[in-house]
């Protein structure tokens, strides 16, 4: 067998933490990967620095704060300095064959750097998000057989479960409880209308021949059919792994970049907010011959930037200098004992400019421009009596406020001087998008 | 070269007939759904949008 293991990463845009089986969810979405993370070990608590597609894939390559790369909205103008350590880039240069199934190259060009192969079925659609799971693994497993001649590192990003939440019929009738999901009377989606995103999910994707979709449940199943679909395309990309003889030496991470808000906060099937829903992702790692005990739970907070160190260092790679995130391997393979960190912070400036800082118990979310939804600058929940975040008690408990905004402050202060930013990311960009959804309200 | 999208406007896009009858022998509760498609012309609609927002170039 090869010292260095093979390494797939897979992200799966937007895939909700709690609305899989192994995190919780009531509904059987995802039978596969519940399996998979039995055979290997589950992070419970791992976060998003920065939200949403760019700015967080940027951090799980670099292994770096948004704060720190500075990519801290989803088409912002900010771009990653050229000299920012890359994982694939690093693998690249010790020995690894590098192979990214994706598109995000399509979006900013630094997410083409590294890979020596780079392959792209989205290009036989019109939107590049359209394409299936069933598509890029045709590639993959096609290249894996073919290919490699040593390790390898490959990057998957499936899109299915980001919108437009498009399900094969196949799935038609699963996890809605029953209702009409076309009731003309419903107006629990008219809210979402006012946002850019759901007109156009309004104009598109929901309309059918028996009228506009206006059922939130019935959306929210489909979502859930779109997670069930994913799970089949991980059950494929495994057995094919298992079929070639590389299961053994192949640590395979199945992670997302964000999750998603179904209605929650008055955030309509989208990614944006600093709640728990779209902030803390799942992350699943399976790797046998690295000696991880089948269907372990680790329990400390991570975050999403601890993924790039860890996967160095499972390569036997040296750690660039500059990277924020912290190796877990070692705990990985239980040569240590499950540590984290105490609190996370994480931020986005596309269609709100936010930071959160949260430790176990509260979360506290500052606004660095006024949110066009209403909510307040300063917001702190106790996730233990309100894990839903739905109880503001900055108010209530304006000490505790203070305390955790000037840690924050601090925090970013230091965060800049260390990166040696004169001025924050996010302030500098702002919501990026929010001029377009002023300009839809009309 | 990337083909450039149509613009679409709600008025040019016709409403799909509904199937006379769904074919989902396993599950009857998706008898009582539509059936939903994503044709061209909406994920060209959807490109166009995300376009204008900055999502994608």
Known sequence: MQAKPNIILISADSLRANHLGCYGYSLPTSPNIDAFAGQGALFEKVFAPGIPTQPSHTTIFTGQHPVTHGVVAHGGKAK????????????????????AVDTLFRERIWFGRGWEYIIDPSLHHLFYASVTQEELNDRAIHWM?????????????????????????????????????????NHELDEWWDHPVGAMARDTWLRTANGLITDPNYVTALYDREIRYLDEGIAALSDALEKQGLSENTMVVLLADHGESMTDHRIF???????????????????????LKPGTRFAPFRQLSDIAPTLLEAAGSELPEDLDGKSFLPQLVGKEEPTGYDQVIGCESTWQSKYYLRNSRYKFIL??????????????????????EDHNIAAEQPQLAAEMEKELEAWIAAKMEAAGRTEDPVTKEGPVAVEIWEQHRG | MEQEPQKQTMADAAVPQPPAKPECPDNPAASNEPEQVLRPEDEALVVERLRELGYIE
Request: with cysteine; proline share 12%; aromatic share 16%.
């Open chain 1, 80 to 99: 990653l300095g050229r000299g920012t350590p890359f994982l694939s880039e690093v693998l690249l240069e010790n020995g690894y064959t590098t192979c």
């Open chain 1, 145 to 185: 057989k073919t290919v490699p001649k040593g390790p390898f590192f490959m990057f998957i990003h499936y899109w299915d479960v980001h919108y437009p939440y498009t399900p094969p019929d196949r799935f038609r009738g699963q996890f809605y409880k029953g209702g009409n999901p076309t009731d003309p009377d």
């Open chain 1, 269 to 291: 099937y989208d990614h944006y907010g600093l709640h728990d829903c779209t902030v803390r992702v799942p992350t699943i790692i399976r790797w046998p011959a690295g000696n």
């Open chain 1, 367 to 388: 606004a660095r421009v006024p949110d066009l939804l209403g909510n307040p600058d300063r917001e702190l929940f106790d996730l233990e009596a309100d894990p839903g």
